[in-house]
């Protein structure tokens, strides 16, 4: 299960006769050289499947001594792999949440697949559209858009909005929602932060709705957690918290609510964790992943369950994470009412994760 980067260094070296600076590939991949070490970590608890030895050498680095050729089509997966189905969900919600055109490039890169694997998947979407009577369209040297009537386009929008939560949150009371204010609740969280052009990767969109879903209903039950004001007035000064002002005063109009102040403070928490950043923040969320996977490995072993090629896991896990690691940098506690049923109900599972 390499990522792009990982696969990409190992075809490097493989293509190298010699050792390779650690340095040389940092600099190579435009990543630290702790990020390089734990790559080559996961490379080397995959050489069997790769067919592959790494010697490392303290002070020329590290060279890869191939026992065959390696086989780009091993069985060793990409960090996240989309079935066909989830493939065309997530074009169809790209589409109709895209101000502008998509080309069939930016959809392979966000799918991790081939640019011929989406043209086939828009094929399946243009037959699912086809069902509401709109139309996928191509605008030369632009992308695909989506056309039709406004009716038409609301009805489809809501009801893969609907289909997507009741198949990916199915666990957190996502059912006392209608597809309508489902629908809603996702574009009012797209439409504010691509009008302030703040930039998330597609879990953090997601683990942001979920958060919101939880959030309306400890709105509606005045369930509050308290912050303390130092904590809130240093998070109030991020261009994070304008964003998830806004939301939630978009959520209160919706659904006749009031949330409490430190519910800004929780989706500010959300957006900081999720951004999309060139420079540090991706750096962070690569690690981030990159742990996740391995802790994920380390527990499916404890536990005998293969849960390695879950990419919904790794994805929630690393959402979860994020959120969790600005609200220790920001000294945010609060108890979960959750935690001794969860320590009761499922003991292996905790003593695997502390282990």
């Given amino acids: 299960m390499l990522s792009k980067r990982q696969r990409n260094i190992l075809s490097y070296l493989s293509a190298e006769k010699d050792f ?3 340095s040389e590939l940092a600099s190579l991949f435009q990543v630290t050289e702790r990020t390089i070490q734990y790559d080559l970590e996961f490379i080397e608890s995959f050489k069997n499947d790769l ?10 680095g ?6 065959e050729n390696y086989n780009e089509n091993s069985n060793v997966e990409l960090d996240i792999h989309y079935s066909k189905n989830e493939r065309k969900e997530q074009i169809i919600l790209s589409l109709f949440e895209s101000s502008s055109p998509i080309s069939s490039q930016s959809l392979a890169d966000l799918l991790n697949v081939s640019r011929r694997t989406v ?17 996928l369209e191509y605008k030369k040297n632009k992308g695909f858009v989506i056309e039709g009537n406004e009716k038409n386009l609301r009805e489809a929008y809501a009801n893969v909005v609907n289909e997507y939560f009741r198949k990916s ?3 957190i009371g996502i059912e006392i929602f209608s597809k309508d204010e489902l629908e809603k609740i996702r574009r009012a969280v797209i439409t504010t932060i691509s009008e302030q052009d703040f930039q998330l990767v597609q879990v953090g969109i997601d683990g ?4 919101i879903i939880i959030a309306i209903h400890r709105a509606k039950k005045k369930f509050v957690f308290e912050i303390p004001d130092e904590e809130y007035e240093r998070l109030s000064n991020t261009d994070a918290f304008n964003i998830a002002i806004q939301i939630t005063t978009e959520l209160e109009k919706l659904f006749d609510i009031e949330f409490p102040k430190s519910e800004a403070a929780f989706i500010t928490l959300h957006l900081l964790g999720a951004r999309v950043n060139k420079f540090h923040q991706e750096e962070t969320q690569q690690n981030l992943s990159h742990l996740s996977s391995l802790f994920i490995q380390k527990v499916s072993a404890q536990i005998g369950i293969p849960l390695i090629h879950d990419h919904k896991l ?3 896990l690393v959402t979860h994470l994020q959120p969790a690691i600005h609200r220790m940098t920001f000294n945010m506690e609060h108890s979960n009412p959750l935690k001794n049923e969860i320590l009761k109900e499922y003991q292996d599972l905790v003593q695997a994760i502390k282990k």
């Fill in 62 to 67: 590290v060279k890869l001594s191939q026992k």
């Fill in 314 to 316: 790794l994805t929630g």
């Fill in 51 to 60: 067919n592959v030895d790494v010697d490392r050498n303290k002070s020329l």
């Fill in 169 to 171: 949150t199915a666990q």
């Fill in 20 to 22: 390779v600076m650690i």
């Fill in 208 to 211: 942001l709705i979920y958060h």
């Fill in 119 to 135: 043209v086939d998947d828009l094929k399946s979407v243009q037959l699912w559209l086809e069902e509401y009577a709109l139309i």
